[in-house]
């Protein structure tokens, strides 16, 4: 390292001090600091609340009535807020309104230690520029009631302040002549709209116009001292503040000892959620003042149904006041959040019943989910949450008891012998293939201490397809496994019912499971909790074995073939052709592709000439070297 790069050693006499292109540094925290403009109506109405607090510090004898009003003017383009707070002094103007950096609000704060105050970095007005073409501030302080001034800027470079008339009592209006491409902001229903959320926690009543009732009149339950209408109190927020959906049920959140000083309200939002769906709202509020809208990585990531709103003076905010600091508190706000909804969630199963019902009926796939990602939520979900079955929903219990104790799921997507073998038995089956069942039911097995029968898998055939009262020899088997299977199948001798049908291909539904959710497109569509725990499940299959042939040894077709085969008889090559046809065909029947079905179209056509072509000359059998290509080729001759 040169010399000159150590730190520390700048002479003296060769420090200069940086220079400020004020014009640039204000027109980049007008107009780039905000996502969006209707963040600058929130910056002044803080504003407007924070001289009300220092007005009730500075003055506490006064009487005047607090209060902030918002008017439109869409005729003029002009937006006015006005309170009745502590107005400015001149030099006030000076060191605090016209100086980026510094507000008068942090020093009260720090002086007073009182925490409503909001402001903290003396920017925000300056976002009133990127709104505004002209922004004018008239304001009388209540030290001096008989002055007035009027702060007047294009732009926030510039600035002049010329004495005017008092105002009738003290505080300050601030006056916004909005820019063409923002003077929608002017219309009052669209400000009615903006403010009833910004400042649903602000204390201090905030109009719009002329009305008589504060856009902000909704009582917070977390403040209420009422307990006995408290859940009522919980509902009314909860459906005034939730846009998109009435709320099933409220609870609340509470702060937690030396962790978080968050209190707040968390509903369950109606409309239906699925395993992919992520209807997670949470806005966060800090001193009252909304800060962001759309907080929801506070929540965790398996509550797609929960809405919500905390306030807490412990958040950090970013300098835009929309972001949070990612710190420590922050994430004690996260797992008390996570404790809060999991508490809720017990809090309602047990006192309202109905709300109850509801909830697993329109969120059962999302609790689902859920359950796999905490322990608390299997223990209170594992006896009510619906599993998706082939005879509608049921819970794991009905679904145990209708399958003689045992808990039967379906690996694939539905179809294919093994259900429809079940089906005829009355048995209802879980759907394995939808979102978070078939990990839920291996769960619920290993925990409840049931048998659970995983139709596809090979245990979960192993029901259906007896062991052979015979076992094959090896050279049988060789032989059949030559005779019959394709690539990728294995042929499995076993007794099964009905005897009429000689064999039967079923694909290996753990080896189809593991394909799928080792797809890429997988991590996106299954929350990663629940993609873990299936991937640990399939890991103990190598998917080698894409399908077992399991042949009846009970039908009297295979004991012909094996007895045909025995004896050396000349055409069991040809009937085992033609059972290896039938197997292709009716596989294309029940929808899983498997072999050429052309070829085994004509595999029938060909066996059947075979075995009929030797009757005329009153031959008994076809030679047993010939294939059925060369007997054809012999007839023809
Ligand atoms: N309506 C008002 N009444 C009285 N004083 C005001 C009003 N609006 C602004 N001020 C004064 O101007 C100062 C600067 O305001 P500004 O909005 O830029 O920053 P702030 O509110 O202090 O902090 P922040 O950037 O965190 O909002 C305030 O600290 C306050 O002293």
Same mark, same amino acid.
């Given at each position: 390292?040169?010399?000159?790069?150590?730190?520390?050693?700048?002479?003296?006499?060769?420090?200069?001090?940086?220079?400020?292109?004020?014009?640039?540094?204000?027109?980049?925290?007008?107009?780039?600091?905000?996502?969006?403009?209707?963040?600058?109506?929130?910056?002044l109405v803080q504003n407007a609340h924070d001289s009300h607090t220092r007005r009730r510090?500075?003055?506490?004898?006064?009487?005047?009535?607090?209060?902030?009003?918002?008017?439109?003017?869409?005729?003029?383009?002009?937006?006015?807020?006005?309170?009745?707070?502590?107005?400015?002094?001149?030099?006030?103007?000076?060191?605090?309104?016209?100086?980026?950096?510094?507000?008068?609000?942090?020093?009260?704060?720090?002086?007073?230690?009182?925490?409503?105050? &909001?402001?903290?970095?003396?920017?925000?007005?300056?976002?009133?520029?990127?709104?505004?073409?002209?922004?004018?501030?008239?304001?009388?302080?209540?030290?001096?009631?008989?002055?007035?001034?009027?702060?007047?800027?294009?732009?926030?470079?510039?600035?002049?302040?010329?004495?005017?008339?008092?105002?009738?009592?003290?505080?300050?209006?601030?006056?916004?002549?909005?820019?063409?491409?923002?003077?929608?902001?002017?219309?009052?229903?669209?400000?009615?709209?903006?403010?009833?959320?910004? !400042?649903?926690?602000?204390? &201090?009543?905030?109009?719009?116009?002329?009305?008589?009732?504060?856009?902000?009149?909704?009582?917070?339950?977390?403040?209420?001292?009422?307990?006995?209408?408290?859940?009522?109190?919980?509902?009314?927020?909860?459906?005034?503040?939730?846009?998109?959906?009435?709320?099933?049920?409220?609870?609340?959140?509470?702060?937690?000892?030396?962790?978080?000083?968050?209190?707040?309200?968390?509903?369950?939002?109606?409309?239906?959620?699925?395993?992919?769906?992520?209807?997670?709202?949470?806005?966060?509020?800090?001193?009252?003042?909304?800060?962001?809208?759309?907080?929801?990585?506070?929540?965790?990531?398996?509550?797609?149904?929960?809405?919500?709103?905390?306030?807490?003076?412990?958040?950090?905010?970013?300098?835009?006041?929309?972001?949070?600091?990612?710190?420590?508190?922050?994430?004690?706000?996260?797992?008390?959040?996570?404790?809060? &909804?999991?508490?809720?969630?017990?809090?309602?199963?047990?006192?309202?019943?109905?709300?109850?019902?509801?909830?697993?009926?329109?969120?059962?796939?999302?609790?689902?989910?859920?359950?796999? !990602?905490?322990?608390?939520?299997?223990?209170?979900?594992?006896?009510?949450?619906?599993?998706?079955?082939?005879?509608?929903?049921?819970?794991?219990? $009905?679904?145990? $008891?209708?399958?003689?104790?045992?808990?039967?799921?379906?690996?694939?997507?539905?179809?294919?012998?093994?259900?429809?073998?079940?089906?005829?038995?009355?048995?209802?089956?879980?759907?394995?293939?939808?979102?978070?069942?078939?990990?839920?039911?291996?769960?619920?097995?290993?925990?409840?201490? !049931?048998?659970?029968?995983?139709?596809?898998?090979?245990?979960?055939?192993?029901?259906?397809?007896?062991?052979?009262?015979?076992?094959?020899?090896?050279?049988?088997?060789?032989?059949?496994?030559?005779?019959?299977?394709?690539?990728?199948?294995?042929?499995?001798?076993?007794?099964?019912?009905?005897?009429?049908?000689?064999?039967?291909?079923?694909?290996?539904?753990?080896?189809?499971?593991?394909?799928?959710?080792?797809?890429?497109?997988?991590?996106?569509?299954?929350?990663?909790?629940?993609?873990?725990?299936?991937?640990?499940?399939?890991?103990?299959?190598?998917?080698?074995?894409?399908?077992?042939?399991?042949?009846?040894?009970?039908?009297?077709?295979?004991?012909?073939?094996?007895?045909?085969?025995?004896?050396?008889?000349?055409?069991?090559?040809?009937?085992?052709?033609?059972?290896?046809?039938?197997?292709?065909?009716?596989?294309?029947?029940?929808?899983?592709?498997?072999?050429?079905?052309?070829?085994?179209?004509?595999?029938?056509?060909?066996?059947?000439?075979?075995?009929?072509?030797?009757?005329?000359?009153?031959?008994?059998?076809?030679?047993?070297?010939?294939?059925?290509?060369?007997?054809?080729?012999?007839?023809?001759?």
């Amino acid at each position: 390292m040169s010399e000159g790069l150590q730190p520390g050693r700048v002479p003296e006499q060769n420090l200069r001090t940086t220079e400020v292109d004020l014009g640039g540094l204000v027109s980049v925290l007008a107009t780039h600091l905000y996502s969006t403009p209707l963040v600058a109506l929130r910056e002044l109405v803080q504003n407007a609340h924070d001289s009300h607090t220092r007005r009730r510090l500075e003055d506490p004898g006064s009487t005047a009535e607090a209060s902030i009003r918002v008017r439109g003017d869409a005729a003029r383009r002009a937006i006015a807020i006005e309170d009745t707070g502590a107005g400015l002094t001149e030099p006030e103007i000076h060191a605090y309104l016209a100086t980026v950096g510094t507000g008068y609000t942090r020093l009260l704060r720090e002086v007073t230690g009182n925490q409503e105050l &909001i402001g903290a970095f003396g920017l925000g007005f300056l976002s009133a520029f990127s709104v505004a073409d002209e922004v004018t501030v008239t304001t009388t302080s209540h030290r001096e009631p008989a002055l007035g001034h009027r702060y007047r800027s294009r732009g926030g470079e510039q600035y002049s302040v010329e004495p005017t008339d008092p105002r009738p009592t003290p505080g300050t209006v601030v006056e916004l002549l909005l820019k063409a491409e923002h003077a929608h902001l002017a219309d009052e229903y669209a400000l009615r709209e903006v403010l009833a959320r910004y !400042c649903v926690l602000l204390p &201090i009543p905030v109009y719009v116009g002329d009305d008589e009732k504060p856009v902000n009149d909704v009582p917070v339950p977390w403040r209420q001292e009422v307990p006995g209408h408290l859940y009522t109190a919980r509902m009314s927020f909860a459906a005034a503040f939730g846009r998109r959906f009435e709320p099933l049920t409220a609870f609340p959140v509470d702060p937690v000892e030396g962790a978080t000083d968050a209190v707040g309200l968390l509903w369950v939002q109606d409309g239906g959620t699925y395993g992919s769906s992520d209807n997670r709202d949470l806005s966060v509020y800090l001193r009252g003042m909304l800060l962001s809208e759309d907080a929801r990585d506070l929540l965790p990531s398996w509550a797609g149904f929960i809405g919500g709103v905390v306030e807490s003076t412990r958040l950090t905010p970013t300098a835009s006041r929309e972001d949070l600091q990612r710190d420590d508190h922050y994430r004690a706000l996260q797992q008390a959040l996570t404790d809060a &909804i999991v508490d809720g969630l017990y809090e309602t199963a047990r006192l309202h019943p109905t709300a109850w019902r509801r909830i697993l009926a329109r969120h059962g796939q999302d609790l689902l989910g859920a359950a796999l !990602c905490d322990d608390r939520l299997f223990t209170l979900l594992a006896d009510d949450v619906p599993v998706p079955t082939s005879q509608g929903d049921l819970t794991a219990g $009905a679904l145990r $008891a209708a399958g003689g104790g045992a808990v039967h799921v379906a690996l694939g997507s539905g179809g294919g012998f093994e259900e429809m073998l079940y089906r005829a038995m009355q048995v209802p089956i879980a759907r394995g293939d939808r979102y978070a069942v078939l990990p839920f039911l291996r769960r619920y097995a290993q925990l409840r201490d !049931c048998r659970l029968v995983e139709l596809g898998s090979e245990s979960g055939n192993r029901e259906l397809f007896r062991d052979p009262e015979q076992p094959l020899s090896a050279e049988e088997t060789a032989w059949l496994g030559a005779a019959l299977a394709d690539d990728g199948e294995q042929l499995v001798p076993a007794r099964f019912d009905p005897p009429g049908l000689p064999l039967v291909l079923v694909p290996d539904r753990e080896a189809e499971l593991k394909a799928r959710i080792e797809d890429d497109q997988a991590d996106a569509r299954i929350p990663s909790a629940a993609l873990r725990l299936a991937r640990a499940f399939t890991a103990r299959t190598d998917g080698t074995v894409k399908a077992r042939l399991y042949l009846n040894l009970a039908s009297p077709a295979v004991r012909q073939l094996l007895a045909a085969y025995r004896a050396g008889h000349t055409g069991s090559a040809t009937a085992a052709g033609l059972l290896r046809s039938l197997k292709v065909i009716m596989a294309a029947a029940s929808g899983s592709a498997a072999g050429d079905l052309t070829a085994a179209l004509e595999g029938v056509g060909t066996a059947v000439a075979a075995l009929t072509a030797a009757v005329p000359d009153g031959l008994s059998a076809v030679p047993d070297t010939l294939s059925a290509r060369d007997q054809q080729g012999e007839q023809a001759k």
